[in-house]
């Protein structure tokens, strides 16, 4: 009897307790209104480390902070061309290396004080740094002196022509040169301040009313951080998010694809997946195996079976958004049968064996089945070695010891890699190697491009690496939402033009 | 009494440092280096070595593990390799999630366990009695991420009625929305908890329905259940209590892996970060956390044992 009370009892316990919870709201976490008074929850994988893109912050905090919370001199745009942003205008002297910039008048930090050009100073300075972890480090080394002749006017000496200076100058946040601690504060000049930081959780952004430029469309937003693409989802899926900056499962598309409250859009990354030789080892320092490699592989049908109707081929590794991108998917295409005949040609008419190291995450494992598969038809043999990503740093990427290797590659013009023999692809083209260098110190944007078009030419032809496919940038948002950037270029996500009805 | 307190607490400050040791040479023995997980690709082994040097780990075992040691003698965790963030404040922040989810987990798997493992005892006969087993049986079987995914996908997915995860940017701030966001990791660690709970209570129970003394009770015209109540559950409580202690520390680390599931910023989140980062200090604080809470929970178990029958004092001070 009594047994029977305490059960009873305890039933209703959890009932109540489970009833009680359900009272609340829809389980939604979006704020209320719209327009411009909405906040906007955004839901990612990428939680910056800490708030600092020269301390190893990461790639969230190039998503979360970037454009909205600081500014550098120029911005790049979700469509890859460069626009000034802190500078009004910049002259640049007949030998291309003296930059003079003017900042724009009347910008201030969320702190209140005014932009000068010690600030910028700062900011590039802190890139350059001995402690600096940037991975934009390398490319400002041909900085030599940053001069601040005025409040309103920086004056950068190069040691040598970079036509790539301005648009590396598009990732140099500028700072409050007072700032203290950047890692767990932020105070830039963007139309975001930073609100709160939980960590392991949210990042919150208000909108900054002394804001220089056009003023951000909403009132606010909220990154949402989950290590689980799956919870990530769900929470699309319950409104407790607007929106999802980088959909990394292709197996949750589906859930949306039918859903007239959602909306995917399809655009460009410059994420590439690369099927990447050491070609510096036998039998891959033959041109010929490299393009009958590429040749047996059926790209196309790759992708499909792991995006479906997303992503791109490219044929290099010059993905559109560059400004030398070709369509080069006809060089090296799927052709087996002239697969064979290379193979033949080189003196390997029976085929080979080769070891593939295989990072042991998605897509890696599957697409390494795959190669195997295709390779076999044309008498080559795959072994499969599966290692973490820790393992593929040390013994690919620093000692080079490995045959062929699959690896992504997320960055913008990056073709620039095959420019240097000691880089892990060993790829030694001294044609190249100088047409990559030369474009570095080209007059004008056109020449560059021209120089860097032919160098990735020759790459295709010799097929340096295989280029697989490149991913798609698939961002899935709630249909009430507009003005979001769909390419998300180096993991930039804009938030200031997006409106909630 | 005082004999064994002492004694105990030696054993556990003993098993604590041994902890630590074994958490600082495991974790060193796993391949990879935090240097690589802070530097961008395209970093050259000049800034690779700068950054080992900068973060210490270019030091020899001893020395790391005596500076880690020294560190915590006067209660700094260290500072994280990859956040450049002190790893105390950084557990703490967690806290206010991670202890409300265990406790509330915990008392709901009681509330369930102890009711349904008597019964099953009691009406082992019955053909409930056995169904109630095998139930909880196959409850150990289930994996809690498992149970918590199917969770959301009725509640929070298919019925709406309470989040799928996350957890409000203010978080206690407001009471209710933290207290929903934690309604389905609770039920989750508290179903899992509960099945292994309910078979030790079932044992315990059968065990004490057979002995002597509550035989004794119902000859002398007791009902089962007044037998049960003056006699039996206090003899009961004796082997549930360690297993109780046991179970808190299991729900510990059994909310510490539903986190992840349900996107909830505690400890487990913290840790699973980490590791994939080789963040050693910060995988050290978190375990060591951990591994103090278990350990502090079966001393104060212990206790909580002997108090409840004086027999075992005796017995362990002899």
């Not at chain 1, 205008?89 to 209140?112: A, C, E, I, M, R």
């Not at chain 1, 085929?351 to 697409?367: C, E, K, M, Q, V």
């Not at chain 2, 179903?191 to 129970?205: C, F, H, Q």
């Not at chain 2, 986190?259 to 604080?285: C, K, M, N, T």
Request: aromatic share 8%.
């Amino acid at each position: 009897m009594n047994v029977r009370k305490l059960i009873t009892a305890s039933l209703a316990l959890v009932t109540a307790a489970g009833l009680l919870a359900a009272c609340g709201d829809d389980g939604g976490g979006s704020s209320g209104g719209s327009g411009g008074t909405a906040t906007i929850q955004v839901g990612s994988q990428y939680e910056p480390q800490n708030l600092d893109n020269t301390a190893g912050g990461g790639q969230g905090v190039t998503e979360a902070l970037n454009g909205n919370v600081y500014e550098g001199l120029f911005k790049l745009t979700d469509t890859g061309t460069v626009e000034p942003l802190l500078a009004k205008s910049n002259k640049v002297s007949d030998d291309g290396l003296t930059y003079t910039f003017t900042l724009q008048p009347d910008v201030k930090f969320h702190s209140g004080k005014a932009l000068t050009s010690a600030d910028v100073k700062a900011g590039i300075e802190r890139v350059t740094a001995d402690n600096s972890k940037s991975s934009r480090k390398s490319n400002l080394e041909v900085v030599k002196s940053i001069a601040t002749p005025d409040d309103a006017t920086v004056v950068v000496t190069l040691s040598s022509r970079s036509i790539s200076f301005i648009y590396n100058l598009s990732y140099v946040w500028i700072v409050n040169s007072q700032a203290k601690d950047y890692t767990t504060t932020a105070d830039g000049t963007g139309p975001y301040k930073l609100g709160q930081w939980k960590r392991g959780s949210t990042l919150t952004l208000t909108k900054f009313d002394g804001y220089w430029g056009t003023p951000a469309k909403n009132a606010g937003v909220v990154f949402h951080y989950f290590t689980d693409a799956t919870a990530l989802n769900n929470a699309l899926l319950t409104n407790a998010v607007d929106v999802v900056t980088s959909e990394q499962s292709p197996d949750a598309l589906a859930q949306f694809s039918n859903n007239s409250s959602y909306k995917i859009t399809n655009g460009k990354s410059t994420t590439k997946l690369l099927l990447a030789f050491n070609d510096k080892v036998a039998p891959f320092d033959k041109v010929e195996v490299r393009q009958a490699v590429s040749r047996a592989i059926d790209d196309k049908k790759l992708l499909n079976s792991i995006w479906g109707d997303y992503g791109t081929p490219i044929g290099s590794m010059v993905p559109p958004t560059d400004p030398w991108y070709e369509d080069l998917t006809t060089v090296n295409a799927y052709d087996p049968a002239s697969a064979k005949q290379l193979l033949a040609r080189a003196g390997l008419p029976n085929g080979f064996s080769f070891t593939l190291d295989t990072p042991n995450y998605d897509p890696h494992p599957t697409a390494a089945t795959f190669l195997k598969s295709e390779l076999a038809k044309v008498g080559i043999t795959v072994t499969i070695n599966t290692i973490t990503a820790d393992q593929w740093y040390t013994k690919v990427y620093q000692k080079h010891d490995f045959t062929a290797t699959m690896q992504e590659h997320v960055n913008d013009r990056d073709v620039v890699f095959y420019g240097n023999p000691d880089f892990y692809f060993g790829y030694d083209n001294k044609q190249v190697t100088t047409e990559i260098n030369q474009a570095e110190q080209a007059k004008t944007a056109d020449g560059q491009t021209a120089l860097l078009k032919q160098a990735n030419k020759t790459i295709a032809e010799q097929a340096a690496s295989d280029w697989l496919y490149l991913y798609p940038q698939i961002v899935v948002a709630s249909a009430k939402l507009s003005g979001y950037p769909v390419n998300g270029l180096n993991a930039q996500f804009f938030a200031y033009g997006i409106v909630k009805s | 009494m005082i004999r064994y307190l002492v004694r105990r607490t030696a054993i556990l400050i003993g098993s604590l440092f041994f902890a630590a040791v074994a958490l600082f040479v495991l974790l060193r023995l796993l391949p990879g280096d935090p240097a690589n997980a802070l530097l961008p690709v395209g970093a050259t082994p000049e800034q690779i070595e700068a950054a080992r040097r900068e973060l210490g780990t270019d030091a020899s075992l001893p020395a790391q593990f005596g500076s880690w040691l020294h560190d915590l003698a006067t209660l700094d965790l260290g500072t994280s390799l990859i956040s450049t963030l002190p790893v105390g404040p950084e557990i703490t922040a967690r806290l206010p999630v991670t202890v409300p989810l265990t406790l509330a987990a915990f008392v709901l798997a009681v509330l369930v366990a102890v009711p349904v493992g008597v019964l099953a005892a009691a009406r082992a006969d019955r053909w409930y009695g056995p169904v109630l087993n095998a139930i909880a049986q196959l409850g150990i079987a289930v994996p809690a991420f498992w149970l918590g995914l199917l969770l959301v996908t009725v509640f929070a997915l298919r019925l709406r009625v309470l989040p799928a995860g996350g957890f409000p940017p203010d978080g206690w701030g407001d009471p209710g929305p933290a207290a929903q966001a934690l309604v389905l990791p609770v039920v989750t660690v508290a179903l899992v908890m509960s099945a292994s709970l309910i078979r030790y209570v079932r044992t315990a129970t059968l065990e004490v329905l057979g002995a002597d003394h509550l035989r004794t009770a119902r000859a002398l015209g007791a009902s089962p259940v007044q037998a049960m109540v003056r006699h039996g559950l206090r003899n009961a409580a004796v082997p549930v209590i360690s297993v109780l202690a046991m179970e808190l520390a299991t729900t510990f680390l059994g909310a510490v892996v539903v986190e992840s599931v349900f996107a909830l910023p505690g400890l487990g989140g913290l840790l699973v970060r980490a590791i994939s980062q080789h963040d050693y200090p910060v995988i050290q604080g978190v375990m060591l956390v951990s591994t103090a809470t278990v350990l502090v929970v079966g001393f104060l178990g212990d206790l909580a044992q002997r108090v409840a029958d004086p027999r075992l004092l005796r017995r362990g001070a002899s």
